[in-house]
Nanobody
Framework: QVQMVESGGGLVQPGGSLRLSCVVS????????MGWYRQVPGEHREAIAS???????NYGRFVLGRFTISRDNAENTMYLQMNSLKREDTAVYYC??????????????WGQGTQVTVSS
């Protein structure tokens, strides 16, 4: 079973930045398109950014130009740099497998996620 551990969330003021990290337990990471998802209470979990094995990236329209996804295949680790944060970015953020076009294609398991709260 693939395990993901997300970290780096917290409380930040509007306009601020955070960097999320995700460590994946399995070498399947090195041959898998990965993505960051987020979930607001009462809403579906949605993919907001994806990255191919070679580093090609894709972003949802609400985060394009503000968030940057990256990965380190040697360390089985993925990152999400979040800049110019807005209150509507408040959510629990998860990493998991994703389709490059942001399709919902997770592994069978999820990590615990990391809470991001944007508030003054």
């Amino acid at each position: 079973q693939v395990q993901m551990v997300e970290s780096g969330g917290g409380l930040v003021q509007p306009g601020g930045s955070l960097r999320l990290s995700c460590v994946v337990s399995s070498r399947v990471f090195n041959r898998t398109v990965m993505g960051w998802y987020r979930q607001v209470p009462g809403e579906h979990r949605e993919a907001i950014a994806s990255i191919s094995v070679s580093g090609l990236t894709n972003y949802g329209r609400f985060v394009l130009g503000r968030f940057t996804i990256s990965r380190d295949n040697a360390e089985n680790t993925m990152y999400l740099q979040m800049n110019s944060l807005k209150r509507e970015d408040t959510a629990v953020y998860y990493c998991n497998r994703a389709g490059y076009a942001l399709e919902f294609q997770p592994f069978d398991s999820w990590g615990q996620g990391t809470q991001v709260t944007v508030s003054s």
